[in-house]
């Protein structure tokens, strides 16, 4: 992809002749997974200029049906860097830290991502700024629906599980049974058939952890300008965040 956005003349491994900055394309994809433990260590940072978390619960749903069913949701733009801008909820940046990933598209689906896969808030946010809390996301482990909490739909019905216990559970198969054997009151052939499918889609859902977002970088060659700029320019063309 070739961003145009000009800043003189200059050549580099990064710009063209005319001076236009070219974004990387990662050849490893990353995993989903490695994506949170990043943002856990802090080696993916949000920057103050980026918007709140501001989807709806129904957008983080869509989200998760979407990723189930391995539909595309497309792909993130970092910008790599060694001088970062002013960072959400980390004020002062470690001398010597090497280089950063600052996160420019992505942020909103990143963030529902960690939130619910490790049921916990990412680094860059506080419990505070989480407006539209989407943790009381429930997965039926027979059909692989997705509801938020409802007492008439989920009260005493052990098939319906936080989509951050299934993520959190030691094994698949360990949670499958033992909801399987309260469901048929007890262990048994009956019991043993339905913890088979229960399992099955449990693992579906945890497959989301191994799955792949294409992932772009603004070079470290870029300036504080020329990544805000490719930044407005992203969320001009009506790009989800």
């Known amino acids: 992809m070739l961003v145009r956005i000009t ?8 710009r063209d002749a005319n001076g236009r900055l070219q974004l990387e394309v990662q050849g490893a994809v990353p995993e989903i997974q490695e994506l949170i433990n990043d943002i856990k260590t802090r080696d993916l940072v949000l920057p103050e200029f980026q918007r709140e978390y501001v989807w709806t619960k129904d957008q983080a749903k869509q989200l998760f049906t979407s990723l189930i069913k391995q539909y595309p949701v497309g792909g993130l733009l970092f910008w790599k860097t060694t001088e970062p801008p002013d960072l959400k909820n980390m004020p002062h940046t470690p001398e010597a830290a090497g280089t950063y990933r600052v996160i420019l598209d992505g942020q909103q689906r990143l963030t529902t991502l960690y ?3 490790t049921g916990d ?3 860059y946010y506080s419990e505070r700024d989480i407006q539209n809390d989407p943790r009381e996301l429930f997965f039926n482990l027979e059909t692989g629906e997705f509801h938020y909490y409802q007492v008439s739909r989920m009260r005493d019905n052990p098939v319906w ?11 698949s198969s360990t949670l499958a049974f033992e909801i399987a054997e309260k ?5 048994g052939s009956e019991a043993y058939a339905l913890a088979q499918r229960l399992s099955q889609n449990i693992d579906g859902l945890r497959r989301i ?9 603004v070079p470290v060659t870029a300036s504080l300008d020329e990544a805000i700029d490719i930044f407005d320019l992203v969320n001009s063309q009506g790009t989800k965040l």
């Open 115 to 117: 939130l619910l896969i």
């Open 209 to 217: 952890t191994k799955m792949n977002l294409p992932e772009q970088l």
């Open 161 to 171: 599980q936080r989509v951050t216990d299934c993520f959190r559970a030691d094994s």
């Open 7 to 14: 800043s003189g003349s200059v050549e580099s491994p990064n």
């Open 183 to 187: 469901r048929c009151g007890g262990p």
């Open 121 to 123: 808030v990412p680094p």
